[in-house]
C-alpha cells in the first residue's frame, strides 16, 4: 500500500509550487508569442534576446563581485548557449505555423527525450513508481489532444504540419539543455551557469538577429499593442531561466518536464475566464491526470527512503563497531607487538596486515595467557 503521508514533505511541497510557477510562466510567454504572431511580428531570436541580456547582467554582476575562478569550462556554456537559443528559436517560430495548443502537446516530446539523456549520461535509474507518474501525465496530455482534435482547435495555423516539426526539434533540443543544466548546476555553480548562458546566449542570438531578422525588425511599426507582450516575454523567461536551476537541483529535469505539462491546462483556465471560451470535459479530466501523475513521480523518491537507507547504513556501521569490540583485545595485542617490532605504525596498516602474521601473534599470546594459567 502506499502511504500518501510521505509524498507530503517539504521537499514535495515546494517541487511541485515551484514547478506550476514556471509553468504559469510559459504559459505566459505561450500568450506572448502568439499574440505577437497575430500582429505580424516574427522575430523568435529577438524576443529571447532581451531575456538573455538580463541574465548576463544580473548573474554576471553577482559573478564579478565573487571574484571566483571558473567550476566549469568556458566551451560548455558556449555550446549550451548555442543549442539553447535554437531551442527556443524553433519552438517561437512554430507559432507562426500552429494553434498555441499544438505547440503545448506537442512540447512533451522533451520528457521522453530527458529521460533518455538522463539515463544514459547522468545514470539516473528511474523507480516503477517514477515511471507510472510518466505515464499517467503523458495520460493527460492525451485527453487534452483527443479534445482539441473533437474540437477542432488544433486546425488553427497556416501551416501546422511544419509548426508540429518545428515544435518537435525544438522539443529535442530543449532537452538536451535541460539535462547539460542539471549537470551543471549539480557539478559548478547556479550563478555562474545563469551569467554564461546569458552572456554566450546573447552573443549567438544578435549574430542570428544580424542575419536573419535584420529586416523583420526594421519593418515592425512599434506601438504599446506590440511592446507589450514582446517585453513581457522577455520578463517571464528571465525569471523562468532563474528558477530553473532551482528545480533542477532538487529534483532534476524529468519534474521540470513534467511540470511544465501542465501548462496548456493553465492556458485553458485563462482562455475561459479571460477570453470566456468554453472548453470540453476532457480539459478539466486531464488537468486533474497530470496532477496526480506530478504527485506520483515527486513521491518516487522520499525522505522516508532516504531514512531508511540511513538507518540500514547506520546498522552496518554498528554491526562492524560490535566486531571490532569482540576482537578488541586480540587487535590490541597484535598492535602491541607489531609496534614492538616495526615501531610506530598506523592502525589501518595493523588492520590490513597479512593473514600468516596475525596467526603468529595470536599463538603467541595465546602461550602467554597459559604461562599466566600455570
Known amino acids: 500500500m502506499v502511504n500518501f503521508k510521505q509524498f507530503w514533505t517539504k521537499k514535495t511541497l515546494v517541487g511541485l509550487g515551484l514547478g506550476q510557477f514556471l509553468s504559469l510562466l510559459i504559459t505566459s510567454t505561450g500568450f506572448s508569442s502568439s499574440e505577437l504572431a497575430k500582429r505580424g511580428i516574427n522575430a523568435p531570436t529577438s524576443q529571447s534576446f532581451l531575456n538573455y541580456v538580463l541574465l548576463s547582467v544580473v548573474y554576471g554582476s553577482v559573478m564579478l563581485?565573487?571574484?571566483?575562478?571558473?567550476?566549469?569550462?568556458?566551451y560548455y556554456y558556449v555550446i549550451l548557449g548555442l543549442v539553447d537559443v535554437e531551442a527556443n528559436y524553433l519552438v517561437v517560430k512554430a507559432y507562426q505555423y500552429t494553434s498555441i495548443t499544438s505547440v503545448m502537446l506537442l512540447d512533451c516530446w522533451s520528457i521522453p527525450s530527458v529521460m533518455l539523456l538522463t539515463y544514459i549520461f547522468l545514470k539516473t535509474k528511474y523507480r516503477y513508481r517514477k515511471i507510472a507518474g510518466v505515464i499517467v501525465c503523458v495520460a493527460g496530455l492525451v485527453m487534452v489532444v483527443f479534445s482539441d482534435v473533437?474540437?477542432?482547435?488544433?486546425?488553427g495555423g497556416s501551416n501546422p504540419r511544419k509548426g508540429d516539426l518545428l515544435v518537435i526539434a525544438g522539443a529535442t533540443l530543449y532537452a538536451i539543455s535541460n539535462v547539460s543544466e542539471e549537470f551543471l548546476v549539480k557539478n559548478a555553480d547556479r550563478v555562474e551557469l545563469m551569467s554564461f548562458l546569458g552572456l554566450f546566449g546573447a552573443i549567438i542570438s544578435a549574430i542570428q538577429i544580424s542575419i536573419v531578422e535584420r529586416n523583420e525588425l526594421k519593418s515592425i511599426?512599434?506601438?504599446?499593442g506590440a511592446a507589450f507582450p514582446f517585453f513581457g516575454f522577455s520578463l517571464a523567461m528571465f525569471l523562468f531561466y532563474s528558477f530553473v536551476p532551482v528545480l533542477l537541483k532538487m529534483s532534476g529535469s524529468t519534474m521540470l518536464?513534467?511540470?511544465?505539462?501542465?501548462?496548456?491546462?493553465?492556458?485553458?483556465?485563462?482562455?475561459?475566464?479571460?477570453?470566456?471560451?468554453?472548453?470540453?470535459?476532457?480539459?478539466f479530466l486531464a488537468f486533474v491526470a497530470v496532477a496526480v501523475g506530478l504527485i506520483i513521480y515527486s513521491g518516487g523518491d522520499t525522505d522516508d527512503d532516504q531514512s531508511r537507507a540511513d538507518v540500514a547504513d547506520q546498522?552496518?556501521?554498528?554491526?562492524?563497531?560490535?566486531?571490532?569490540?569482540?576482537?578488541?583485545?586480540?587487535?590490541?595485542?597484535?598492535?602491541?607487538?607489531?609496534?614492538s617490532k616495526m615501531g610506530d605504525t598506523s592502525r589501518h596498516d595493523c588492520m590490513t596486515s597479512s593473514g600468516g602474521r596475525e596467526t603468529i601473534e595470536n599463538m603467541s599470546i595465546g602461550k602467554d595467557m597459559q604461562g599466566k594459567k600455570s
Do not use: C, P
Open 65 to 74: 563581485y565573487r571574484r571566483q575562478a571558473l567550476k566549469a569550462k568556458w
Open 150 to 155: 473533437h474540437a477542432g482547435d488544433r486546425s
Open 221 to 224: 511599426h512599434w506601438t504599446a
Open 257 to 283: 518536464n513534467l511540470s511544465l505539462l501542465t501548462s496548456d491546462m493553465w492556458a485553458v483556465v485563462i482562455r475561459i475566464f479571460a477570453y470566456h471560451e468554453k472548453v470540453d470535459w476532457m480539459y
Open 315 to 339: 546498522g552496518t556501521e554498528r554491526s562492524k563497531h560490535f566486531d571490532e569490540e569482540a576482537g578488541f583485545d586480540n587487535l590490541n595485542r597484535g598492535n602491541t607487538v607489531g609496534s
